[in-house]
Antibody, heavy 129, light 110 residues
Framework: EVQLVESGGGLVQPGGSLRLSCAAS???????????MHWVRQAPGRGLEYVSG????????YYGDSVKGTVTISRDNSRNTLYLQMGSLRPDDTAVYYC???????????????????WGQGTLVTVPS | QSVLTQPPSVSEAPRQRVTISCSGS????????VNWYQQLPGKPPKLLIY???LLPSGVSDRFSGSKSGSSASLAISGLRSEDEADYYCAAWDDRLNAWVFGGGTKLTVL
């Protein structure tokens, strides 16, 4: 069974930094290194917001408008782990951060259509005002 | 304001049918597939519909999706109380070079 377990969330003061991790396991057929991965967040009582995504090799990275310049996504395929380095944190960064797997893509063309097929339980980041 | 526009809420009686719209533009839905996610209260989102109208294994065929031009729709027939949830559409956006979500629609089964 696919498992995505986020960690690293917590209470951080405005202007502070945090690194989130996502440990992936249970991938069958193809290993972690063959899947694009993403972070999606959800502020309390609000909708889903795309944060960031990374290609299989880590060569291509994508960022949502609201976090550009303040977060960096990375991955360690040898450890089956996805990361999100967050800096200059503000109260409106308060949210549950979900680690998300994108469905398998055999070529680069499908990355812009392939669904997010597995979601972790999320880790809460709180930045007080 | 979300790039993809959904109604904030819809409601319908049990056993009836409801549709949820998702409106975008040529840079997102008009060019790429739409995926739908269901989020039950207190749970992470779950994939509901992919590539506009395909059902993942295990998802009831009471759910269906469609796309026309720059808009998409999710339909749920034979409504049950357990369908009460938030529903989100999503698509890639070429102008933003990122995935975008709709604002979400809260479904209430009366």
């Amino acid at each position: 069974e696919v498992q995505l377990v986020e960690s690293g969330g917590g209470l951080v003061q405005p202007g502070g930094s945090l690194r989130l991790s996502c440990a992936a396991s249970g991938f069958t057929g193809f290993p972690f290194s063959r899947y694009a991965m993403h972070w999606v967040r959800q502020a309390p009582g609000r909708g889903l917001e795309y944060v960031s995504g990374i290609s299989t090799s880590g060569d291509n990275k994508y960022y949502g408008d609201s976090v550009k310049g303040t977060v960096t996504i990375s991955r360690d395929n040898s450890r089956n782990t996805l990361y999100l380095q967050m800096g200059s944190l503000r109260p409106d960064d308060t949210a549950v951060y979900y680690c998300v797997r994108q469905g398998f893509c055999a070529n680069t063309n499908c990355y812009k259509s392939r669904e997010f097929d597995y979601w972790g339980q999320g880790t809460l980041v709180t930045v007080p005002s | 304001q979300s790039v993809l526009t959904q109604p904030p809420s819809v409601s319908e009686a049990p056993r009836q049918r409801v549709t949820i719209s998702c409106s975008g533009s040529s840079s997102n839905i008009g060019s790429y597939a739409v995926n739908w996610y269901q989020q039950l209260p207190g749970k992470p989102p779950k994939l509901l519909i992919y590539y506009n109208d395909l059902l993942p294994s295990g998802v009831s065929d009471r759910f269906s999706g469609s796309k026309s031009g720059s808009s998409a729709s999710l339909a749920i027939s034979g409504l049950r109380s357990e369908d009460e949830a938030d529903y989100y559409c999503a698509a890639w956006d070429d102008r933003l070079n990122a995935w975008v979500f709709g604002g979400g629609t809260k479904l209430t089964v009366l």
